[in-house]
């Protein structure tokens, strides 16, 4: 019988699980809140992994799984296995893959949640589509707050869990940041910074960034600001990219990449007027969706396996 591998994807709102075969076709996807406000943060996630993959297995009718890919957000250490920092679920240098492994007695695959949304858009996604093999790209996941996942020559890099963190590197016109800082890309060009700020600039709340894109194409000239200053500064900071690890490709995922070309096609125009004689990156948008992680939690599970 083909393997089997159980999968995690752990973000700071919600925990996705599922199985997969060894091609990396997902079965029995399932979404859970992230278990928070604990006293001891990684005990009860891990407490929470074993319940859903317990489960999830009782209920499959593949092989038993062989190994398990574990993906978390925060700052990772992927060759420890540590979870350094997770601001949003609260862990400090978590043996998070010693404990998985430990919980279901399987070797553990672990990594970063967007790190490896990247790996698998390159892989299976928007890199795949592309016709030839990419070594140099960037994943930019665009939500809530901004990660890049980076792959220069074929290779992440990872630098211990500190790199991609391109949401707190600072633009012109940057505001005040919850991180401490000022001037992070996170506080003008996230979803939640366009909401954020159109509420504050017009005096109407809106849920999310959707709402300002509806009223700029209504009209509304405060709108179409708070969104053009949005892409100019995720503009500058592909700009800074270009000129250091100079990518061929740019993916743009997270919630932000669903209004399409009104945000890719204004978005190249920009990042084309800051470029040289950098080579200007094809800017796409990711194909795999809310499964882009779990498509990198297989390609994990798959080198623990080996």
């Not at 009718?61 to 296995?81: F, Y």
Request: with cysteine; hydrophobic share 45%.
């Amino acid at each position: 019988m083909n393997p089997s591998y159980l999968l995690f994807d752990v973000g700071g709102t919600d925990i996705k699980s599922a199985l997969s075969d060894n091609e990396g076709n997902l079965s029995d996807i399932r979404r859970v809140p992230t278990r928070r406000g604990t006293p001891n943060p990684a005990e009860a996630l891990v407490d929470q992994l074993h319940t859903l993959g317990t489960e999830l297995i009782a209920g499959s009718t593949l092989a038993t799984p062989e190994s398990v890919g574990l993906l978390v957000c925060g700052i990772v250490d992927e060759d420890k296995g540590l979870g350094v920092f997770s601001a949003n679920l609260g862990w400090r240098d978590a043996p998070l893959r010693h404990m998985t492994s430990e919980a279901f007695s399987l070797p553990v695959g672990f990594g970063h949640d967007v790190s490896m949304a990247g790996a698998a858009e390159l892989h299976f996604g928007a890199g795949a589509t592309l016709g030839s093999k990419v070594n140099n790209a960037v994943m930019l996941v665009i939500g809530t707050g901004i990660a890049a996942a980076l792959f220069v020559d074929g290779h992440a890099v990872s630098a211990g869990g500190y790199a991609g963190e391109l949401g707190h590197a600072a633009v012109p016109g940057g505001l005040k940041c919850p991180c401490g800082a000022h001037g992070c890309l996170e506080t003008i060009g996230s979803a939640g910074a366009i909401a954020k700020r159109y509420s504050a600039a017009s005096g109407t709340q809106v849920r999310g960034a959707r709402e300002v894109l509806e009223a700029m194409h209504a009209g509304d000239p405060v709108a179409k600001r708070i969104w053009d200053e949005a892409i100019e500064a995720i503009a500058f900071s592909i700009a800074q990219l270009c000129a250091s690890i100079a990518p061929e490709t740019i993916i743009i995922g997270g919630g932000l990449a669903q209004a399409g070309e009104a945000l890719l096609e204004p978005l190249r125009r920009s990042v084309r007027s800051k470029l040289s004689y950098h080579r200007e990156p094809l800017i796409v948008p990711a194909q795999l969706g809310e499964d882009a992680g779990l498509r990198g939690a297989f390609l994990k599970a798959q080198e623990a396996r080996a």
